[in-house]
């Protein structure tokens, strides 16, 4: 699977954790950063990021901040996407499963690195289930979209 991830600077260690497994797993990866600890706010990661997945050069992204609330809020606010901060396997499946989220979002000041890589897993081996209730809502999500 195609996999864009990001980070600011309250993420960047967990991201690049996240990276080498990803790479251990075989994904195709584009890391846009950040690639040191320095200051840079989450709203300019999350644009780049999404951008990318409504662009088609990711299927998922994975957006890590702090808490990840700054990047859920971010990303969210862009159209096409559906983002969720997930800090627990039961909601980083479920997400893609009953809500088709494209983007999942973490904290790095909440989970360790080996959380997240279960979380990461579970992300990304979930698939949207073609349930009828579930895409009458998807496509009300896109309608909220459209109406605000
Ligand atoms: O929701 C926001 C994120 O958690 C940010 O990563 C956090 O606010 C960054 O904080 P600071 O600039 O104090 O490192």
Redesign the pocket.
Known sequence: MQIVIGS????YHLKESVVDFLRELGHDLVDIGSFNPD?VD?PDIARSLCQKIRNGEGERGLLI???????VIAANKIKGIRAAVCHDVHSAHQAVEHDDVNVMCI?A?IVGAWLARDLVRSFLDARFVQDDDFIRRVEKLAQLEEEN
């Open positions: 600011d600077h309250a993420g200051p989450f901040c702090g808490t990840g609330v700054g990047a904290g000041q």
